[in-house]
Nanobody, 121 residues
């Protein structure tokens, strides 16, 4: 049963914008922190951004601060990642995740299938 469904990826020119969405099962994940990782070819998966259950606390990787904004609409059971001023190095598969709580390691998160973002220079 797929519980995290990403959408919104695509091909964009450098300097452009995309908004990713991650729909989640409200019954399962409404009390979870949510976020995004990304993985580029030949590279390790890296943290991008996260948001607390309440939507009040947000955290970003240094590489995306000031360009990306994470938000969530719990009424719609959706997490968003607004990506502006995109660079070629942002090209990767972006994966949504659900974190059940403090001390949980990433391998224990629930992961989506991922959505491809390609930025042409």
């Amino acid at each position: 049963q797929v519980q995290l469904i990403e959408s919104g990826g695509g091909l964009v020119q450098a300097g452009g914008s995309l908004r990713l969405s991650c729909e989640y099962s409200r019954r399962t994940f409404r009390s979870y922190d949510m976020g995004w990782f990304r993985q580029a070819p030949g590279k390790e998966r890296e943290f991008v951004a996260s948001i607390e259950e309440s939507g009040e606390g947000t955290f970003y990787a240094d590489s995306v601060k000031g360009r990306f904004t994470i938000s969530r609409d719990n009424a719609k059971s959706t997490v968003y990642l607004q990506m502006n001023s995109l660079k070629a190095e942002d090209t990767a598969v972006y994966l949504c995740y659900a974190d059940p709580g403090p001390g949980t390691v990433p391998r224990a998160y629930t992961w989506g299938q991922g959505t491809q973002v390609t930025v042409s220079s």
